[in-house]
């Protein structure tokens, strides 16, 4: 039988992670249309608003109905502005592994979001899900997100060969293919032990009742 996520909200001291709605699009699209967002990720470019309502309306909601993943919008706590988003993907629920990916809008970097989400992301699933592993994958050059997997406690695995597909600009501005490898990281319920930045609130998270 399938597993699926719930419907979730986790607080941090800054930010607060949450379902990808509706007044998310502008932003969501604005964030997706950045030059190193093209270059890492795998988005259509240019990404359009209509693009972003399809990942909110349709693509998240299925994902998290047949138990591959959840999608979920990072904001700021006090301005509630869309700070990026994180994702879980290829989750294996009798393994109880996940893997997780980090998006972080251009005016928003610098400031530690991706890991204060990314560990909160982690406290959740190993806490109230009962996970027992965490993945990510970082290409060889994306130098920021290998810091993030640093910071947050991941343990290096290994080198998957020429397994990443990025992106760079040609001479003409034309987006081309570029292979390169894939750093495997892995966090275990563990490695997170002393760790800070425990999630604020009662539990730290708050259930919703429904966003499909």
Not at 139 to 163: F, H, Y
Request: glycine share 8%.
């Amino acid at each position: 039988m399938t597993s699926t996520f719930p419907n979730i909200s986790i607080n941090t001291e800054r930010l607060v992670l949450r379902p990808l709605d509706e007044d998310d699009v502008p932003a969501l699209a604005a964030m997706m249309n950045d030059e190193q967002v093209a270059a890492w990720t795998h988005v259509p470019q240019p990404f359009t608003e209509k693009d972003a309502g399809v990942w909110i309306g349709d693509h998240a909601p299925a994902e998290r109905a047949a138990g591959r993943g959840l999608d979920l919008a990072v904001t700021e706590f006090l301005t509630q502005r869309l700070v990026g988003v994180v994702r879980l993907t290829r989750t294996d629920w009798h393994v109880r592994s996940t893997e997780l990916s980090y998006i972080v809008a251009p005016w928003a970097r610098g400031e530690g979001y991706a890991s204060e989400a990314a560990l909160a992301t982690a406290q959740w699933l190993f806490g109230d899900q009962k996970f027992e592993r965490v993945e990510l994958r970082t290409a060889a050059d994306n130098t920021a997100s290998q810091q993030v997997a640093q910071k947050i406690g991941c343990i290096s695995e290994g080198v998957l060969r020429g397994a990443c597909i990025a992106r760079a600009r040609t001479d003409d501005g034309v987006w081309t293919d570029v292979r390169t490898d894939f750093i495997v990281w892995s966090l275990l319920p563990e490695d997170l032990e002393g760790t800070t930045g425990q999630p604020v609130g009662s539990d730290g998270f708050t259930a919703f009742t429904d966003w499909n």
